[in-house]
């Protein structure tokens, strides 16, 4: 078997380093033409850059950053504060695959999304046989870390008796069933693999992508691919983000380290080598923004369940007041309408359960009627699908925002803790 970092075939130079080598204003630039590329979305990006800035305004971006891969206990892009960017691919098991390939794909993925959160090329750009391909595929030679995180997730398929894992799949760990609200498109459905890079340029996220799909490709193929801009949610510090809708979108979330053990880490679970692991579940969801566009605002909140401007819940003032969902107003209405999408979604009317949204814009330009092809590419951490699941019911069943919004996509995968140095993802599945 391979031993991660040896014989993974990635060629690592020393001393090259994309970290302080680019201003900036640079980096922005770049970043506006891989965006542009996909249909548009510097607009969030330049409005809350362009915002003034006040003393205690910590909700900058620094390029240098760089986290770690190995020995941080959980992957990263999941509580790391949310980056501006992401590039989500799943993939697709070759025929041939076999367990090996697997373990040994794995490896090469680990080894090199650690060399790539450096800040580093997977290899050489420039080989001196110059008959060779170049090992790294070079868009981002020369770029910072740009706060970087791989993470690494498996599907359920991956169980299902082709690679003798059968018995090693967590009991709770299904493909998610039809769900209230679905309209699938299986172009955008499933997979057995899945890497979501996030950081602050977005061409550093569709480098890492691009190649590890380049180092995989005798075992997987890429399946189905969401580009996103402009988080959907907010860190500690971060000020509260807008989703296409104009909302803020993050303001309640999962935020403190109890809510995270209870609600987003595995613990004392089945399958040991998912202790300290999470579900990861994404749904890609198209907004109908014409129609929304056309909308009164009243109404728009009334949907939503809070202020467009503030975000503060329909009973406060202020973004972080706590919703009052028994407030009425003079005619004996609830204030906030049971059937808006914070009133069904609240932990206080789903027994208390959370889960960790952390996702982000995203748009396909314009579909074949000339609309806005854009939405919502959710991504969702818990440490039970059923949270997810239960929530998502309800909310397909009874949202007002239905109206205006589409499940077009969906997958779930399983999503290991971070490997120690000298170990892979999912290393003790295999053991
Ligand atoms: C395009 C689809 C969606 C849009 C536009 C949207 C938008 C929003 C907005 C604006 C908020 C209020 C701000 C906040 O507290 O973060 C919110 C809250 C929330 N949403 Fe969504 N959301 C969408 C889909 C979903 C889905 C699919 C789920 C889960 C199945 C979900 C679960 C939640 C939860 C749990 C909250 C916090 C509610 C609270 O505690 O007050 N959302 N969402």
Redesign the pocket.
């Known amino acids: 078997m391979t031993t991660p970092g040896e014989s993974t075939g990635i060629n690592e130079p020393k001393g090259v380093s994309r970290r302080g080598l680019l201003s900036g204003a640079l980096v922005a630039g770049l970043g506006g033409a891989v965006v542009g590329a996909a249909g548009g979305g510097t607009a969030a990006w330049t409005m809350a850059s362009s915002r003034a800035a006040t003393a205690d305004d910590v909700d900058g971006v620094d390029l240098d950053r760089s986290h770690p891969f190995y020995g941080t206990g959980r992957q990263g892009g999941i509580s790391t504060e949310p980056q501006r960017h992401t590039v989500f691919m799943t993939f697709r098991l070759a025929e041939a695959a076999s367990s090996t390939s697997v373990q040994t794909l794995l490896a090469r993925w680990s080894a090199a999304a650690a060399v790539m959160q450096d800040g580093r090329p997977v290899g050489t750009v420039q080989p001196e046989d110059d008959v060779a391909p170049p090992v790294d595929t070079g868009e981002a030679f020369g770029l910072s870390p740009a706060s970087l995180t791989v993470t690494i997730g498996l599907g359920p398929a991956l169980f299902d008796g082709r690679f003798g894992l059968a018995a090693h799949k967590p009991a709770a760990f299904t493909d998610l069933p039809t769900l209230n609200g679905d309209v699938l498109d299986p172009n955008f459905t499933g997979g057995e693999l899945s890497v979501q890079a996030c950081a602050d340029d977005p061409q550093v996220c569709y480098h890492a992508v691009r190649n590890l799909a380049r180092l995989g490709r005798s075992t997987v193929s890429p399946f189905w691919a969401v580009l996103g801009f402009g988080r959907a949610s907010a860190g500690t510090g971060q000020e509260t983000p807008r ?1 296409l ?1 104009g ?7 999962v935020e403190t380290d109890e809510q995270y053990d209870e609600f987003v880490w595995i613990m004392n679970g089945d399958q040991p080598w998912m202790e300290g692991g999470t579900y990861q579940v994404v ?1 890609k ?1 198209r ?1 109908l923004l014409e129609t929304w566009d056309t909308d009164r605002v009243g109404n728009q909140q009334q949907i ?1 369940g ?1 202020h467009k401007e503030e ?1 503060s819940p329909l009973s406060g003032r202020r973004e972080k007041d706590t ?1 009052d969902f028994a407030l009425k107003s003079a005619t004996g209405d609830p204030v906030i309408d049971p059937l808006s ?2 009133a069904l ?3 206080e009317n789903n027994d208390g359960v ?2 960790k ?1 952390r996702g982000y814009n995203y748009t396909d330009g314009l579909d074949p009627n000339g609309e806005l092809n854009a ?2 590419l ?1 991504i ?1 951490y818990q440490n039970d699908p059923q949270h ?1 699941i239960r ?2 019911n309800r ?1 397909g069943g009874h949202d007002l ?1 239905n109206e205006y ?1 589409r499940h077009v996509g969906s997958a779930i995968f399983a999503v290991p803790p971070a490997p120690e140095r000298g170990h892979y993802v999912a290393q003790g599945l295999f053991e």
């Open positions: 989703n809708l909302f803020k979108d993050g303001t309640r979330n749904r969801i907004m939503i809070r975000g919703p999408h914070v979604a609240a932990r959370m889960i949204r939405g919502l959710f969702s997810f929530l998502q909310l925002l919004i």
